[in-house]
């Protein structure tokens, strides 16, 4: 599993989806695949790096794997942010106008709609959430 340290700031969105992306060249990841990937991976750095470390500078670690039968897609991000699974928060509710439903939530239902698999977990300190995707290749 490939493994990066970042330091949690917006400004390093753009390497930690470098870093997926190089990831993802070294197998056929079709194009969808490759946008799901980037818009889930996308929602989750930048909410670690507004809410995980509201007082202080922090990292995040990214860890990504490609491998396994069926072909699949592993990203693990890793913080020592506070404590939150966003998992618990209620889905948004999209039956509603913009103007009608609550600020967040939306951003993970794309993550829990779009990936195979999301879990959560908090151990020795760390927030790690884990997103899984299936490759169909041809």
Do not use: W
């Not at 470098?18 to 056929?28: M, N, R």
């Not at 695949?33 to 991976?41: G, H």
């Not at 948004?92 to 967040?104: F, M, N, P, Q, V």
């Amino acid at each position: 599993m490939a493994e990066r340290i970042f330091p949690a700031t917006l400004e390093q969105l753009e390497p930690v989806q470098a870093f997926v992306a190089e990831q993802l060249e070294l197998h056929e990841c079709p194009a969808k695949v490759k946008f799901q990937l980037d818009v889930a991976v996308e929602e989750i750095f930048v909410n670690i790096a507004h809410y995980a470390y509201p007082e202080e500078n922090g990292e995040a670690t990214v860890r990504c794997c490609v491998g396994g039968e069926p072909l699949q897609v592993t990203i693990q991000f890793l913080d020592n942010g506070k404590p939150f699974n966003p998992l618990k928060k209620p889905d948004a509710d999209i039956t509603l106008s913009a103007e009608e439903r609550d600020i967040g939530g939306l951003g993970i239902l794309m993550v829990k709609k779009s990936m195979d698999a999301v879990d959560y977990t908090y151990e020795d300190g760390k927030n790690i959430l884990t997103i899984k995707k299936n490759i169909q290749i041809g």
